[in-house]
C-alpha cells in the first residue's frame, strides 16, 4: 500500500511559509495563482490565516476535506485555519483571494459566541442581486484596492471592512440557525456583556457592575463566560482593554503615556505592567515592533 502523501501547509498556496515575508493581510485575484496550476488548487491548509474568497464570474468546486460544495456567481466562501480543502476553478473564473492572520479576526469579531461558530466553519454563501448583501463582493473589491494601493490609513480600513464583511455573512448564517434552533439564552447574555464591555471598557469597571447590568450573579456570569469563550469574564474584559490598547498604539498618534490616560490608567506605568502582564512585552516594543512589520513610522517618538 503506498504511503499517504501529508497534505501541505502554506501562508500562499504554492508557497514555503515565510517565503512572502512577514504579512498579516495579503489580497489577490483569484486567476493570478489558480491560472498557474492549470485553475485547480490541490489539497493544502493554511495554520494562522483565515480566507475570503469573493467569486465574481465563472464557477466550481469547493472541496473541504470529504465534501465537494459547488458554486456559481457570486459566491463567497471562507476558511477556517487548519481546514485541509482546495479548489477546482473555471477558466473564465473571475475575484478575489482575502488571506487575514486568524488572530486580527479573532481579536476583531471572534469574540461572541456566534461569530466564533460561523468562523470555525467552511462556508459557501450564495449572494443574489436582491440579497440585502449584494454590496459584499464590492467591498472586497475596495478592500482589495486598498491592500494595492496602501494610501495613508489603509490598515484601519481594511480591517474594519474584513470585520464588516464578516458580520453580515455571520448574521444571516445566525439568523437562518435561529430558524431551525431555539434561542440560547446564555448567548444571548454573552452578547449583551460584551456590548457592555465594549461601551464601558475604557471605565475599568468591576465584574459586578457587568453582571448587574446582564441581571445574575458574577458567580452565573463567570460560568457563562467560561463555557462560551474559555475565559473567566475578568479575563474577557482585558482581553478588550488589550485589544483597544493595541489598536491605539499602532493607528493613532501620542505617547504611551498619553494613551494609557485615554485607556482610563490613572498610571501610566500601571498600563505598561498591564501590558506587559497580557503580551510579554512592553507597550513601547510591541509598537516599534509592529510598525515596522507594517512599513510605517512612529510619529509621536522622535
Known sequence: MAATQPVPTY??????EGHAGPFWVHCETIPARSSLHHWEIGMHRHSHFFQIL?????????????????????????????????????????GHVITVSHDRVQARVGEQGWMREFLSEPRV????????RSCLPIAISQIADECQKRQAGWPVFVESAISQVLVMLARAANMERRRHLA????????????????????????????????GISPTHLNRIVKAKTGLSTQSLISARLLDEAQR???????????????????????????FLKQVGMTPRHWKAQHQQRLGTRDESDP
Open 248 to 274: 491605539e498604539l499602532l493607528f493613532t498618534a501620542g505617547t504611551v503615556q498619553e494613551i494609557a490616560f485615554r485607556l482610563g490608567f490613572g498610571d501610566p506605568a500601571y498600563f505598561s505592567r498591564f
Open 11 to 16: 501562508e500562499l498556496y504554492g508557497e514555503d
Open 54 to 94: 469573493s467569486v465574481t464570474e465563472g464557477s466550481g468546486d469547493a472541496v473541504f476535506s470529504d465534501e465537494i460544495v459547488r458554486f456559481e456567481p457570486v459566491s463567497l466562501i471562507t476558511i477556517p485555519p487548519g481546514l485541509i480543502h482546495g479548489f477546482r476553478f473555471s477558466p473564465d473564473v473571475d
Open 125 to 132: 454563501t450564495r449572494i443574489s442581486e436582491a440579497d440585502h
Open 183 to 214: 434561542v440560547d439564552t446564555d448567548d444571548i447574555r454573552l452578547e449583551l456583556l460584551l456590548s457592555l464591555v465594549h461601551r464601558h471598557v475604557r471605565e475599568h469597571r468591576p465584574v459586578t457592575f457587568f453582571a448587574e447590568a446582564v
